[in-house]
Structure formats: C-alpha cells, structure tokens
C-alpha cells in the first residue's frame, strides 16, 4: 500500500508540474516505485542507461510501458538530443520526449528508414530524420572548410549524405558496422544534408563477442579523421 500512495503522490506532483510548467516537479514526479524495481531487471544494462540519460540532462528516465523500451523525459529539443546520444550508447531502445523546446530544431520531425527515402519525390525538401547501416569505406572528411560524407544504405538502397559540422560523436566509426540516423534535408539531386548524426553503436554484449572473434576495434577519433580519404576541394 505504501508504494501505492507514493506512486499517485508522484502523479499529482507530475500533473501539478505539467499545468505550472515547473521542470523541478516534473523531474522530482518522474520516480517509478512499482514497476520499475521489478522490470528493471529484465532489461540489459537499465540502470547505466538511465544514469547517463540523466547526467546528459534529462529531467527524468524509467522504463516505457512493460519494457523493453526506455523513455527520458527533456527540456528542448538540444537537451534530448544528447540524452538520446548518451542512451544509444549502450544500444538501448528508447523514446527521447521533449518539454517546451526553445530550439529551432522541430522535435516532430518524420522519421523514415532509407530505402523509405531513396526515390520518394514527396521528401525532397523536408525536414526528416533518416536510419540507416553506415557503408564501409563510404566515410570521407575535409578540414576546410569542414565536412563529412558518407553513405547510409537499408533494404538495398544507398543514400550520400553530407555533414558541414567539423566534429563528429566520438563513436561514429567506419568499419565497425554501426547504424546511423541523420536529421536534416533531402536535396533534389538525392543527397541528404544533415544538421545532426546520432551512431547507434553495437551493445556491450555484441562488443564483446565480436572481440572475442577477432574482431579489432575502431580506431581513436584523432587517428580515425587522419586515415580517411580527403574530401575533394569544393568547387
């Protein structure tokens, strides 16, 4: 009965949160006592998941309905951006909620898979979030000015992407088979602009195994940028 009580007292403290707009309430309500210490468990690496969602900012984190999948709860569309960064880290499932964003970035953006989006007249020009499996060997960097390309592929279709930014997450990685998901624009001429990347990278567990199969790890963020194909000169 107890837990009981502290659960609706959290509910309250949520529902007062949500209709003053007090981010404090809000992350003091988001404590599940009744089904979280038990589901936990049955969810891989749970408590470091919700450790980095709240220490890249995020006003709250538990599980999503009966799990598998994880939810954080953020304050602007930045904010949850890193915490969704910091979850993918370990491979994790989750839901990135966003609380009034201040940002320019709109939060409710489609997201699509790339064979989803190769050919599709229809999403040229608009504001997409796009997965894909990062193609080996595809990765090419120029100083300056400064910018990434690379290719994404699903089902069998491939989609160039350029990335005008100088710095990359430290995980984004050629040849380690990692998953992709770029925001941005699709170009008329099929190339996708991206003003974001997130790596999702393979978990600990998959690490792990592909170690022990002889596998080498990627190379350091440093190391990684020098060894990579220049970039062509723009024209």
């Given at each position: 009965?107890?837990?009981?009580?502290?659960?609706?007292?959290?509910?309250?403290?949520?529902?007062?949160?949500?209709?003053?707009?007090?981010?404090?309430?809000?992350?003091?309500?988001?404590?599940?006592?009744?089904?979280?210490?038990?589901?936990?468990?049955?969810?891989?690496?749970?408590?470091?998941?919700?450790?980095?969602?709240?220490?890249?900012?995020?006003?709250?984190?538990?599980?999503?309905?009966?799990?598998?999948?994880?939810?954080?709860?953020?304050?602007?569309?930045?904010?949850?951006?890193?915490?969704?960064?910091?979850?993918?880290?370990?491979?994790?499932?989750?839901?990135?909620?966003?609380?009034?964003?201040?940002?320019?970035?709109?939060?409710?953006?489609?997201?699509?898979?790339?064979?989803?989006?190769?050919?599709?007249?229809?999403?040229?020009?608009?504001?997409?979030?796009?997965?894909?499996?990062?193609?080996?060997?595809?990765?090419?960097?120029?100083?300056?000015?400064?910018?990434?390309?690379?290719?994404?592929?699903?089902?069998?279709e491939e989609m160039p992407v350029a990335f005008p930014q100088c710095v990359v997450p430290d995980?984004?990685?050629?040849?380690?088979?990692?998953s992709v998901v770029v925001q941005g624009a699709l170009g008329e001429d099929g190339t996708f602009?991206?003003?974001?990347?997130?790596?999702?990278?393979?978990?600990?567990?998959?690490?792990?195994?592909?170690?022990?199969?002889?596998?080498?790890?990627?190379?350091?963020?440093?190391?990684?940028?020098?060894?990579?194909?220049?970039?062509?000169?723009?024209?």
């Amino acid at each position: 009965m107890s837990e009981a009580i502290t659960q609706w007292g959290n509910l309250g403290v949520m529902i007062a949160g949500l209709s003053q707009g007090d981010y404090g309430l809000i992350s003091r309500s988001i404590k599940d006592v009744i089904a979280e210490p038990y589901r936990s468990a049955l969810i891989p690496h749970f408590y470091e998941v919700k450790q980095s969602a709240l220490n890249a900012g995020a006003l709250g984190c538990s599980i999503s309905g009966a799990g598998p999948a994880v939810f954080a709860l953020c304050k602007g569309a930045e904010t949850a951006f890193k915490v969704a960064v910091a979850m993918m880290l370990f491979g994790s499932a989750f839901v990135a909620l966003l609380l009034g964003s201040g940002s320019d970035t709109d939060p409710y953006v489609y997201s699509r898979l790339v064979h989803e989006v190769v050919g599709a007249p229809e999403a040229v020009g608009q504001e997409l979030r796009v997965e894909g499996d990062l193609v080996e060997g595809s990765l090419l960097f120029r100083e300056e000015p400064c910018e990434w390309r690379f290719r994404i592929t699903k089902e069998g279709e491939e989609m160039p992407v350029a990335f005008p930014q100088c710095v990359v997450p430290d995980t984004f990685r050629d040849g380690f088979g990692i998953s992709v998901v770029v925001q941005g624009a699709l170009g008329e001429d099929g190339t996708f602009l991206a003003s974001q990347i997130v790596p999702r990278c393979p978990s600990k567990y998959e690490m792990k195994e592909r170690l022990e199969a002889g596998e080498e790890m990627p190379e350091g963020y440093e190391q990684m940028r020098e060894q990579l194909p220049a970039l062509p000169e723009p024209s």
